[in-house]
Nanobody, 118 residues
């Protein structure tokens, strides 16, 4: 059983930055693919970024060049550095273990709200 807790969201102006964290419990974190997803009001949840156990990454086209996913296996934490934020990045962000094809494996937690607004 893996528990995931997201944090780091908030209100930021367009062009600003935030770093999200996803802290995991459980011994299998180091071998797990991990992903950040987001869901905006009225929209389907979508994959934003994923990272494999070896550090290979995958990004949605909409965030390429602006977002960076990383992981610290010693801390069992995965991060999402978000730069040059836009209003359309406003959403609740969630993390999950994923399959190698980036399908989420875990039940969704509370997520962390990111609001980009002036």
């Amino acid at each position: 059983q893996v528990q995931l807790v997201e944090s780091g969201g908030g209100l930021v102006q367009p062009g600003g930055s935030l770093r999200l964290s996803c802290a995991a419990s459980g011994s299998i974190f180091n071998i797990a693919y991990m992903g950040w997803y987001r869901q905006a009001p009225g929209e389907q949840r979508e994959l934003v970024a994923g990272i494999s156990s070896s550090g290979s990454t995958n990004y949605a086209d909409s965030v390429k060049g602006r977002f960076t996913i990383s992981r610290d296996n010693a801390k069992k934490t995965v991060y999402l550095q978000m730069n040059s934020l836009k209003a359309e990045d406003t959403a609740v962000y969630y993390c999950s273990r994923t399959t190698s094809s980036w399908r989420p494996l875990d039940s969704w937690g509370q997520g962390t709200q990111v609001t980009v607004s002036s």
